[in-house]
Structures are given as C-alpha cells and as structure tokens.
C-alpha cells in the first residue's frame, strides 16, 4: 500500500501481529527496506533486488527476512549489532543466559540447528528458519543519522528502550514517522524483556516520538496510519500498562510473593503461554526489570526472596 508518494507499507501477515512485523519499503534510486517480517511470500516481487536493508533492532520478528535479500547491504544500529552477530550473542541479548543459563543456549542453538523448519511443541522460537538471517548484518547506523535514498531522506530517531539500539524513523518531507514498536493498538502494552532493554528510556524515548514535527504515525504491528492527536492519546494508554503492571507486582509482594511466584503469575503473558521456554525468558526479565526499577525509586524496600 503507497502511504504517500514512493514510499510504501507491507503490512505484515496476520495483521502485522507478533512474530510478524509491517515493513516499510521505499521506492527510490536505493531501493529500501525498514524491517523484513512482514511474511516469505510479501518479499516475492522483489526477486531480492533491494539496495538496502535497515532493521531498526534485533529482534527476531523485525530481522526474520534479511536473508531473503543477500544481494543488500544489511544495517542496524550500532548498539544491537552485537547481538546480531551469532546465535549465542542474540539469545544472551534477548536474557537467555540470565533466565536459564549459558547451557541452555548452547542446547537451544544445538536444537534449532537440528531442527530445520520441524515444528516443535516449544513453537517458532525452536524453528530454525526463523534464525537464518542471524549473522548477516554488514554496517552500523548512529543516532541522528539522516538516510538519501536519492530523493526520499528521512532521519534515524533513535529510540532505545525495548532495546539499546532501538530506532524509529522520521521523514520530515512526509510529516511521516515510523514508530516501529511503539504498538500502541496493542492492548498487550510495552515490551521491555530483552537484558538490554530499559523501562525508564522506553519511556523517555517515546516523548522524542511525540516531540517530533510529524503528522501521521505508523507502528509495526497494526496496519494504522494514525493521526499524531490520535497516537499521541492511545501512546499514553500504551505507556499507562507498565503502571497497571507495577502495581499488580507490589500489590503481589505485600501478599508475600517470592520472585519465582511472581515470574509464574502471568503478569505480563497470559499464565498458558509460561510453559513455552522464551515466553518464560521475556516474562521473567520483564518482572526483574520491574523490581529492579521499584527498588531504584525507593518504593521497594525489603529483599525479595527469590
Ligand atoms: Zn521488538
């Protein structure tokens, strides 16, 4: 869909909802790509003819197609390219290690390995495919950065927080910003889960989005173009879930909750979803980062146990 003159949505599969993401691809001399999760079959007419690849973080849903385009120079931000380096670097980032330990990881890379496109009962994060554009970044972007792609340039907002190297990306001449993950259509809220993520800048970094001189706004996973009065409200109610979620765990510890029984409530996931191993990953770190945070304030004052 041409959202406005060149520049186009490929509003990914399953309405863009996770493990799939929109892209959005511009049709200049450098013909670009931000993001590749859109689905396998969204990226068939380009034959993999694309100049260029910007990812705006590492996660598996936003990177899930780079190999798709191996004649493309692959970039991303200088602080999530590390963990775009190999498989052990890209679990560790994503809390694989704090949550389960480094043996963990190796049997994960061991199983993925193995499993070529099997599915398996622990779901997509066990399917190899999903792994194969792992270590195939070749250049770093920086904060700031403004991107030609001949008469299309837009600026790179660096917007850290659901990771280091988060991005979201401003077109000046389009009054259009691409807030990638700032999915305020979601009624799922915030996603902090990764080691490297960062609640206070998640929120910090979503005033720099409003604070932009955009008009419309467009997430990676609703197919919307909103309004910025419109993404403005709903990106408050976004920011308004990790309050809910902060009370809920204090309300929990004055009942006497360990963190053990905190990470297996079904805080942040539903309760059904915390047998699946990264599930359990993203939910536990997602509670630490909260405990951590209330201790940091002060509101947390007795040890937890764990
Ligand atoms: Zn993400």
Not at 38 to 67: C, P
Not at 107 to 117: G, T, V
Not at 178 to 188: E, I, P
Request: aromatic content about 14%; glycine content about 6%; some cysteine.
């Amino acid at each position: 869909m041409e959202v406005i003159n060149k520049i186009y949505m490929i509003w990914g599969d399953k309405c863009g909802r996770f493990p799939f993401s929109n892209s959005l691809y511009i049709d200049d001399k450098i013909k670009t790509i931000i993001d590749t999760g859109a689905g396998y079959h969204k990226y068939s007419k380009f034959n993999g003819e694309v100049d260029l690849i910007i990812n705006s973080h590492y996660h598996l849903d936003h990177i899930r197609y780079n190999y798709l385009f191996s004649n493309a120079e692959i970039i991303i931000h200088e602080s999530d390219i590390s963990a775009m380096q190999d498989l052990n670097k890209f679990a560790k980032t994503y809390g694989g290690e704090l949550v389960f330990g480094s043996e963990w990881i190796d049997k994960w890379e061991k199983e993925i390995s193995s499993q070529a496109n099997k599915h398996s009962s622990q779901g997509f994060v066990y399917e190899s495919e999903y792994f194969k554009s792992i270590g195939k970044v070749h250049n770093t972007y920086s904060s700031g950065d403004k991107v030609s792609c001949g008469n299309i340039i837009f600026e790179i907002v660096h917007t850290p927080g659901h990771s280091a190297g988060h991005c979201s990306f401003f077109f000046p001449e389009q009054n259009l910003c691409f807030a990638t993950d700032y999915n305020v259509g979601s009624s799922f809220g915030p996603w902090y889960g990764g080691e490297d993520s960062d609640l206070d800048l998640l929120i910090q970094s979503a005033k720099k989005l409003i604070d932009l001189d955009a008009k419309y706004y467009i997430n990676s996973h609703d197919q919307q173009i909103y309004y910025k009065k419109d993404f403005s409200t709903k990106l408050e109610e976004f920011l308004e879930v990790i309050e809910v979620r902060e009370k809920q765990i204090l309300d929990l510890i004055e009942k006497g909750y360990s963190v053990k029984d905190l990470c297996n409530e079904g805080i942040i996931y539903s309760k059904k979803y915390l047998y699946l191993e990264w599930v359990k990953i993203w939910e536990t770190v997602m509670i630490i980062k909260h405990i951590n945070r209330l201790e940091e304030k002060g509101i947390l004052k007795c040890i937890l146990k764990w």
